[in-house]
């Protein structure tokens, strides 16, 4: 018994009626989408404060403008209060809305046909590229920012006129919850549908046939996505994981470089896939480092972060287990400690860490920063190249000529010089991997584009074949020259 046929056939059928291309169609679901992030903010919230243990930032939040007054957790000023509510609503619902509102101001401009040059030979034809959605599409996404990673990619699948179907992540269970029973009542059900299960349940859905896979994970699980579309010839991006380095130059404010480097790697609880991952630097920045980063922890979640409503909680009992194993790496400089009852783990910094360690062999995904240390910046960009492609790297230097350089001669999903993932606040920038990290790219018109058919047309009068006549055969040395000399440098477009 195949438990997802009848519903991919029922959106096959719906898309195959040509429902979803007009804009108007479009534009309804995605207001319907902005009307769900809109009206179910408080039942997000706490699915979110449940899921990642943001519940300090949705109940602080409420006593906050209940009472109108600051709340203050003894040693914890206001300020964390201000940022765990950044924490849960800018990177998880605003970002969501933003990119709605985006899409909806700019729908009909990006639906356009893209007219292009031409050749003389067909200047009088009408050259365009017809943006065209794709058909049914599968959305797999983790669970780390589990509204954001799930709708911004449907943002796209939808402004581009497909059918959808949403697979969210099993372990973010009160935000796969909101979004099984809640969402679809805000979209076109015979063009949508959530699909729920972990890996078994994923595999099964994977044997079918869909016309494009926007798949959110580790590259392990990547792989097998896209094995599973290979058979069906199916198109994928794969937003992937893995090691993001960061180079901190000698040249450099260490307090401003920790200021800026904690605040991205704790957030969320190191769980950020564009999360800086490991640091390198010389032994003497180091020694400035370590003491600027036990500042900047402190000044962040206080002098027990573990009772901060800033910091939230490490998503399940597996992986707190192999966080807690990879603290033995190294030796602990700052942080360390752990409590299996919450699943916490203190922001930490690991010095004397060697390559061979296994904090240095996998995706850390959690609040824990290694220090490597390295010579020059030769050195670390050997380093980095010997590795695979990241999705994101970090340089941290005064020198402009140490940034550039850094940019220049290495390669990475997305870059940041004196700065952390801010990009993803940008949809003019895209977001995605390279290599190992993965393939494809999407946020605001990059999406609607990796979820439409880029349609090559060209459409010539059925009349004046007297013009066509001097390109058929039998090929005389002045229907040659003629033809050279038509097509000009855009030659090869006659093959
Ligand atoms: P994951 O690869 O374990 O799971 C992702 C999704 O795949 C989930 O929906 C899960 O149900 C499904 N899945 C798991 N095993 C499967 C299998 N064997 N067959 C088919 N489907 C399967 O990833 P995760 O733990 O949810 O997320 C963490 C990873 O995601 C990290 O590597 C992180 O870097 C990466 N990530 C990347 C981005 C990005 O934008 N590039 C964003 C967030 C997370």
């Given amino acids: ?184 009542r805000y979209l076109d059900q015979s063009c949508f549908a959530v699909v729920l299960g972990g890996p078994q349940e994923t595999g099964q859905l994977l044997e079918h046939k869909f016309d494009h896979i926007f798949f959110t994970g580790s590259p392990r699980v990547g792989r097998i996505v896209m094995a599973a579309a290979a058979k069906h010839l199916t198109p994928v991006t794969l937003e992937l994981g893995g090691k993001n380095p960061c180079y901190v130059d000698d040249d450099c404010d260490p307090q401003t470089v920790a200021n800026r480097m904690a605040f991205y790697r704790y957030f969320n609880s190191g769980q950020t896939c564009v999360a800086p991952d490991y640091v390198l630097c010389s032994p003497a920045t180091q020694e400035r480092l370590v003491p600027a980063l036990q500042s900047a922890i402190t000044r962040f979640y206080g002098d027990d972060p573990q009772s901060s409503p800033s910091l939230g909680r490490i998503i399940s009992d597996k992986h707190f287990q192999r966080l807690r194993g990879l603290l033995g790496c190294g030796r602990v400089a700052v942080g360390g400690q752990s409590d299996e009852s919450e699943r916490y783990i203190a922001p930490t910094v690991l010095v004397d860490v060697q390559e061979t360690e296994p904090v240095m062999q996998e995706e850390i995904f959690g609040p824990i920063l290694p220090i490597m240390n390295v010579r020059s910046l030769d050195e670390a960009i050997d380093f980095i190249n010997r590795r695979e492609k990241p999705l994101a790297l970090y340089a941290f230097s005064n020198s402009k000529e140490v940034v550039t350089q850094m940019l220049d001669r290495t390669s990475s999903g997305i870059f940041g010089g004196n700065q952390g993932f801010a990009h993803l606040s940008l949809p003019s920038l895209p977001l995605g991997g390279v290599g190992n990290s993965g393939m494809g790219r999407y946020h605001g018109k990059f999406s609607f584009d990796t979820f439409s058919h880029h349609r090559a047309s060209l459409l010539s009068s059925s009349g004046l074949e007297k013009l066509n006549e001097f390109h058929y055969p039998p090929y005389t040395n002045l229907r040659q020259q003629l033809i050279g000399w038509a097509l000009g440098s855009h030659s090869c477009t006659l093959l």
Wanted: net charge negative.
């Fill in 1 to 184: 018994m195949d438990p997802y046929a009848d519903t991919l056939r029922r959106l096959r059928e719906a898309f195959s009626t040509g429902r979803t291309r007009p804009a108007e169609f479009r534009a309804a679901q995605l207001k319907g989408l902005r009307r769900f992030l809109q009206e179910n903010k408080p039942l997000l919230q706490e699915a979110l404060a449940q899921d990642l243990h943001k519940t300090f930032s949705w109940h602080t939040m409420c006593d906050s403008i209940k009472s109108t007054k600051p709340v203050n957790h003894g040693s914890q000023v206001t300020e964390g209060e201000t940022e765990s509510v950044f924490d849960a609503d800018v990177s998880e619902l605003i970002i969501c809305q933003n990119e709605v509102d985006l899409v909806l101001r700019n729908l009909h401009t990006w639906m356009k046909d893209e007219y292009v040059a031409k050749s003389l030979v067909l200047s009088l034809d009408s050259a365009f590229i017809r943006k065209e959605p794709l058909g049914l599409v599968l959305i797999i996404a983790p669970w780390n920012y589990p509204v954001h990673l799930t709708l911004m990619p449907l943002v796209g699948a939808l402004a581009a006129g497909n059918c959808v179907v949403l697979k969210p992540s099993e372990l973010s269970k009160g935000t796969e919850k909101v979004l099984a029973e809640v969402l679809p």
